[in-house]
C-alpha cells in the first residue's frame, strides 16, 4: 500500500519551532518531487514548499520563505519540514505530498499537482 505518514505536528508558542515528518511506504521518495502544504480553516490549500528530486532545486511560498526548510532523507524514506519563528497565522492541518519526477516545483506547490497525499498533521500556534 502507497502511503505517506505526517508526523509532529502539536502546539507551540508564537515564535517558536517545529519539525514535521513525512514518512512514505510502498514505493522510494527518491524518485518524486516531495512538497508541503497547509489548509487553515475556511482558506484554500497552500503550498508551502516543494523540492525537485534531482537538481536540488526548492520552491517557497512568500508566507513561510526564510522561516521554513524542506529537506528529505532518502534513507529514511522519509521527508522534513523545519518550521521556524512560527506565528499564529501558521496554524492550520499540514500535508506532505509526492509528485512524479518530471513535475516542476511550481507545478506541484502552485497548482497542487500531486500523485499521493498524506492525511495530515495540526498544527497549532497559540499562547
Known amino acids: 500500500q502507497l502511503q505517506l505518514v505526517e508526523s509532529g505536528g502539536g502546539l507551540v508558542q508564537p515564535g517558536g519551532s517545529l519539525r514535521l515528518s513525512c514518512a512514505a511506504s510502498?514505493?522510494?521518495?527518491?524518485?518524486?518531487?516531495i512538497g508541503w502544504f497547509r489548509q487553515a480553516p475556511g482558506k484554500e490549500r497552500e503550498g508551502l514548499s516543494c523540492a525537485s528530486s534531482s537538481d536540488g532545486t526548492t520552491y517557497y511560498a512568500d508566507s513561510v520563505k526564510g522561516r521554513f526548510t524542506i529537506s528529505r532523507d532518502n534513507a529514511k524514506n522519509t521527508v522534513y519540514l523545519q518550521m521556524n519563528s512560527l506565528k499564529p497565522e501558521d496554524t492550520a492541518v499540514y500535508y506532505c505530498a509526492a509528485a512524479a519526477w518530471s513535475t516542476t516545483v511550481q507545478a506541484m506547490c502552485v497548482l497542487a499537482t500531486t500523485d499521493y497525499w498524506g492525511q495530515g498533521t495540526q498544527v497549532t500556534v497559540s499562547s
Open positions: 510502498g514505493f522510494t521518495l527518491d524518485y518524486y518531487v
